[in-house]
Every structure is written in structure tokens, then in C-alpha cells.
């Protein structure tokens, strides 16, 4: 009878609590909740897990003053944006804390550990006017129906980059389940299920990597030694860093994940200096086909803390025809007017060369590499170099500590369809709401128009146009 109270209570945690409080709660000012010094902790492990929902979502103040980073002043407020500071990729934040505590391990040791377990669950709906399928948009790419877009668990401990005086190490395992795998399985890391099976759920482990920390080097050197997601952008594949709740389509076909090493250098609180190898994009070092590739990328932000710039060439070498070989070239501007208005603005080119030729004019094509698409060159010759570029904005503003509206508008073209199989320019417009309950609950409703402008490319090449109505649930734990 005990264990079946329970897994009862566990039931009521996981599934049916957050729809309990979801009409009345606020949002807490302090965006790190922990364990009410002076509220007696409960003696059951489900029972102190239901505890912190509960007091998570009815505002009540569980944390004291946020900690102190080293380093220029936060520029916006987290919740209600994913981040406080202007992002970047490859590297944990450096100077900043870790302040961050989670629903699971306040109910296992009052998060007082610093390795971590947490994780979310976010499941998607929407309704399309196409019928097929809504690709080249994603990450909601099957049209109308409900979907397990991600479930993540997280194992991380995070390096003290805070301290100046000693080396310290951090580390990070990733487990991804939904169909949001698409998006970050790479040849050699389980690839069978996507390029064999085309399946559409499946598991990948997109993040498996050590932070060793070097205080003496500048203002501090994180040196990441793994597998991490790509470097530059303003989007991730992780649900909770996005703004919101789909993809541009400038964050879909640049490359997902990388291999190698990655040195992280805070030169001052205005600049930072990233750069390192990998065996390819979107590659393990095992798979046939690796190819060494460097990257370099220059992060500048302004004395007011307003302006952010980061640029990066993010992998670089011959640039002939493999795996997802692109040779990409990214900028990011992140500009703040007020406190309640910014706007986050990134622009890519990238190229492959020697790419297979897979338009009718040719004799004898040459079949592309299984997972990858050909080049239509309009030419006899079996090979030819495929370029695309594409350009996004957003506009973000903020309402309350719980509530933002965001405006996305984005250009692509694929000029040869060699990342979308379709030889087109492509815009996009997407305006979303986004809701907090609580840190640990979030909808981001939202409505959505692609437009393919050279030929038909929504819902399998039938349409050039496409409508989405969609919003996703985060559920964090």
C-alpha cells in the first residue's frame, strides 16, 4: 500500500500538478528557487518534490539575493528570456555562477550538491495547412498532431569559474528522447535510426563533455574536450534556451553538434575569443569521412552592456563534398533600447564544394552520401559548389517577469537546395507569446507563415505556402 501511494503521488508530481495551479500562480522575482530555510523540509522524497511546485507556482519568495558574477552586469532579466546574458555557444558562462537549482535535486539533497540531475519534458501541437508534412519548417515538422517533441536528462556539474586562483573541472551528460532527435544525431552517433530507419522518434546523447577551467589564462580559459553543440547562433536544440517555440530555418540547416576540443578565453569583460578543432560537423570520430576542421570565433560587447557582437567562421577546411561538410561564416547582434525591449539579429553564409549534381541534365549523377542531399547545378557537370544564405531578426518584449511576446522574420536561400532539396528563397514570419508558470512550467503559443518564393516547397513540394498554429509545454523537473 506505501509503494502504491507512492507512485501515485509521483503521477500527480509528473503529470497532474502543473494544470492544478496553472490559473493562478506568478511568477517568483528571484529565477532560482530553492528550499525555504524556514519551512521544515518533509520527510518524503515525492511529498518535498510536490513541495517545491507547489511553492514554485504561488509566488512565494524561496531564494535570497541572486549570486554575485564576475563580469559585466546581466542586460536582461531571466524569467521572462531564456538567458540574462548575451549567449554564446561551446562554453559555460564564464564569471558566472553556478546559481541554478532544480525540482528534482531540491527533493534529493536540497540542491546543495554540485552535480546536478534535471531535465525537462516538452510536448508540441499544432494544426498546418499542409497534410504531408511541414518541412522545411521544424522543429514541428509532422503536421497536425500531438508529439513528444524532447525529453532531456541532464548530469552536469558545472566548473567554479567565479574564483580566479585554482583549476577546477566541470562536466556535462546528455540524454535526448522525441522526435527533436532529428535534429541533433550526426553519422556514427546512432545515425541508423534517422538515415537508415527514418524514424521519426528516436535518442541521441548531443552533449557528452569535460570543462577544464584555467583561472591564469587572461580573465579565465574554459577548454571543453567532447561532444557540444554547435558554436554560434542565437537558437540551440535544447526547448528551453529558445526565445521560442519552432525554428527559424537558418537555426535548422546550419550544422548541429561537433567533436573536438574548444578554448574559451575571457581576454576582458568586453571580449572573448573562441577557438579550436573538430573532426567535422555533425560527425563522430569514428565514422568514415571525418575531416579536421578549425573554427575561430571573436565575441565584443559594448561598455553599456547594450550591444553585443560575435562572429564566427565555424568550420573551416577544403570544403569538398562529405557529411554535412559546410564551411559556415556566422555574425549575431544582440541590441538592448530598454529594459523590456531588445532585439537578437544573425546572418550565415555557407558553401560546400564539389557537391553531387542530382539535376535531370545530367547523364550519370552521382549519388549523394545516405542522410545528405545532391546540389541541382543546372549544369552538365556532375559536380558543382552549393551556396545558401539566410538572415533572421527578432523582437522581444517583455510584459511582466513571467510574460514576453516575440516577433521572428528570416531569408533564406538555398540557392542550389542543397540543405532543403529545394533550389529557393524562403521567408518566414512567426509571432509567439510565451507564458511562465512558476520557473518550471512554460507555453509558447505561436503563429507562423513560410513561404517558398521560386517554386513549390512546403508540404513535400505541393505549396508554396504554409500557415501553422502551434505551441509547445515545457515541463521541467
Known sequence: MRLLRRLRLAVCVLLLCPFTFIHTQTVPEAPQPSTSAATAPAPNFFIRWAHFYRDNWSGKSLSGPAP????????????????????????????????????????????????????????????????????????????????????????????????????????????????DFDYTVGKGYFSKQLIKYNRQYGYDLPMEYVDLYFPHVAQGMDLRIGRYTSIPGIETQLATTNYVFSHSLLGIYDPFTDTGTLATIKLSDRWLVQTGMTVGHDIAPWAAGIKPTGYLCLNYTTP?????????????????????????????????????????????YMYERDVPNVSPMVTHPITPEPGTYGALCFTVAPRCTAPEYAWQNYIQKSFSPSFYLSFRSELMDDKKGQRTSFA???????????????????????LRFDRSWDRPAYNGGRSSNQFTLATDLIYRF
Open 68 to 179: 554575485q558574477k564576475r563580469g559585466a552586469a546581466s542586460p536582461l532579466d531571466s524569467p521572462p528570456f531564456p538567458s540574462s546574458d548575451w549567449s554564446y555557444g561551446g562554453s559555460q558562462d564564464i564569471g558566472a555562477p553556478d546559481g541554478n537549482t532544480y525540482p528534482l535535486m531540491t527533493a534529493i539533497d536540497g540542491a546543495r550538491g554540485r552535480t546536478k540531475i534535471y531535465g525537462w519534458i516538452d510536448p508540441s501541437v499544432n494544426y498546418s495547412t499542409s497534410g504531408h508534412t511541414n518541412q522545411p519548417q521544424g522543429y514541428d515538422r509532422i503536421p497536425n498532431r500531438i508529439e513528444l517533441q524532447q525529453s532531456f536528462i541532464f548530469v552536469e556539474r558545472l566548473a567554479d569559474t567565479v574564483q580566479t586562483k585554482h583549476f577546477d573541472v566541470g562536466y556535462h551528460f546528455t540524454f535526448l528522447y522525441g522526435t
Open 304 to 348: 553599456s552592456v547594450k550591444d553585443n557582437f560575435d562572429l564566427c567562421a565555424n568550420g573551416v577546411n577544403d570544403g569538398k563534398y562529405a557529411y554535412d561538410n559546410v564551411q559556415m561564416f556566422d555574425g549575431t547582434w544582440y541590441h538592448k533600447f530598454s529594459k523590456s525591449w531588445h532585439i537578437a539579429t544573425e546572418a550565415w
Open 424 to 446: 529557393t528563397k524562403y521567408t518566414e514570419n512567426t509571432f509567439a507569446a510565451v507564458k511562465w508558470f512558476g520557473n518550471t512550467v512554460l507555453l509558447r503559443p505561436e
